[in-house]
């Protein structure tokens, strides 16, 4: 049963008796002057802003201070300065035809891109393309800065000379493991590899350290490597030529089953091919080629097919790389400054 309040309630009756007299108490504010409200308003106000900025602490916390542990920690993989406006690529209308006529004759599907040599963030003058291929699985051309990578280690393998020359000159497998297996854990060879290609200005391409299907034991040859990030690594690399000549020399040893820019006198290079996530074979090589007009640029080309007889990409390469050489003209010198 709801409570009713009566005059016995004291209670309420003191509540009652405290709000009759309220208005009586407040009536002062209506009857004082406008001036002299005013001024107490702004005295207020004034106390009020001095007090708050003289006060020591305000509550609230400090703002952070950088660690010099997480400044020295951070990794860039950027450059910190705006990217160079390039000059445009040559236009090669001649070799543009060239490329069609090998594509209808091996009945492949060809890319090629080209970049002047030039320091890392150095190029002036963009990369030149061809073909509609630009991309694919890395497969052993990606032994090259698995290579690189082992040379930036302070502890060096016993037989460094040996296991370069089995992965880069004669293409071998177990070439490949040992460099692999020698970064330390997958995901410690791939993030050390993927470092030399940031490194080298590269900040697309990741190295897988797993990944299913075909190169599921060698996930680093799945690594989806484009055709202009490889050319303008090579380009590169060319001018840290003492640095990391225990590579790029080996990209230079005769091969008695010479293909594609192995041909070509002064060029070295780095092939490979296997079967692609589609099923279809993909033949791809890149290095440096010195052209007809005498200058230098990284080159990278990579030819897919559906036949599975991987010589055909390769006869379809050499004719290129052939075409190449004669008729790529108009690149900029090398900057290596």
């Given at each position: 049963m709801s409570r009713?309040?009566?005059?016995?309630?004291?209670?309420?009756?003191?509540?009652?008796?405290?709000?009759?007299?309220?208005?009586?108490?407040?009536?002062?504010w209506w009857k004082a002057p406008l001036g002299?409200?005013?001024?107490?308003?702004?005295?207020?106000?004034?106390?009020?802003?001095?007090?708050?900025?003289?006060?020591?602490?305000?509550?609230?916390?400090?703002?952070?201070?950088?660690?010099?542990?997480?400044?020295?920690?951070?990794?860039?993989?950027?450059?910190?300065?705006?990217?160079?406006?390039?000059?445009?690529?040559?236009?090669?209308p001649e070799l543009?035809?060239?490329?069609?006529?090998i594509e209808e004759k091996y009945g492949v599907t060809i890319g090629i891109a080209m970049t002047s040599v030039a320091g890392v963030y150095q190029r002036e003058q963009?990369?030149?393309?061809?073909?509609?291929?630009?991309?694919?699985?890395?497969?052993?051309?990606?032994?090259?800065?698995?290579?690189?990578?082992v040379l930036n280690q302070e502890r060096q393998p016993q037989q460094r000379d040996y296991i370069f020359n089995r992965a880069l000159a004669d293409n071998s497998s177990a070439g490949d493991e040992a460099l692999w297996a020698f970064l330390g854990t997958p995901e410690e060879a791939a993030a050390k590899t993927t470092r030399v290609l940031r490194?080298?200005?590269?900040?697309?391409?990741?190295?897988?350290?797993?990944?299913s299907g075909t190169y599921a034991d060698a996930p680093y040859l799945a690594t989806q490597w484009a055709l202009d990030q490889q050319s303008q690594l090579m380009?590169?690399?060319?001018?840290?030529?003492?640095?990391?000549?225990?590579?790029?020399?080996?990209l230079n040893d005769p091969d008695p089953d010479r293909w594609g820019l192995q041909l070509l006198p002064t060029a070295y290079a780095k092939g490979a091919w296997?079967?692609?996530?589609?099923?279809?074979?993909?033949v791809?090589?890149?290095?440096?080629?010195?052209?007809?007009?005498?200058?230098?640029?990284?080159?990278?080309?990579?030819?897919?097919?559906?036949?599975?007889?991987?010589?055909?990409?390769?006869?379809?390469?050499?004719?290129?790389s052939a075409q190449v050489r004669l008729r790529a003209t108009g690149f900029a010198a090398p900057n290596c400054s």
């Open positions: 009713h309040p009566t005059t016995q309630d004291t209670s309420q009756a003191t509540l009652g008796d405290t709000s009759e007299r309220r208005p009586s108490r407040l009536t002062w002299a409200l005013l001024a107490l308003i702004l005295f207020v106000m004034i106390s009020t802003i001095v007090f708050g900025a003289t006060r020591s602490d305000t509550g609230n916390p400090p703002a952070p201070e950088a660690s010099s542990t997480e400044s020295t920690a951070t990794v860039l993989i950027s450059p910190l300065t705006s990217p160079r406006e390039l000059s445009s690529a040559p236009t090669l543009d035809a060239e490329i069609l006529s963009a990369t030149w393309y061809g073909g509609t291929l630009r991309a694919g699985d890395a497969l052993a051309t990606i032994d090259v800065p698995m290579a690189l990578a490194d080298y200005a590269d900040h697309r391409t990741t190295v897988l350290a797993q990944t380009a590169a690399m060319r001018c840290d030529y003492v640095e990391v000549s225990p590579v790029l020399t080996k296997g079967a692609d996530g589609s099923g279809d074979v993909l791809r090589q890149f290095g440096l080629i010195r052209l007809s007009d005498g200058n230098t640029v990284g080159i990278a080309m990579a030819v897919s097919q559906a036949s599975k007889d991987p010589a055909i990409g390769r006869d379809a390469i050499t004719e290129l």
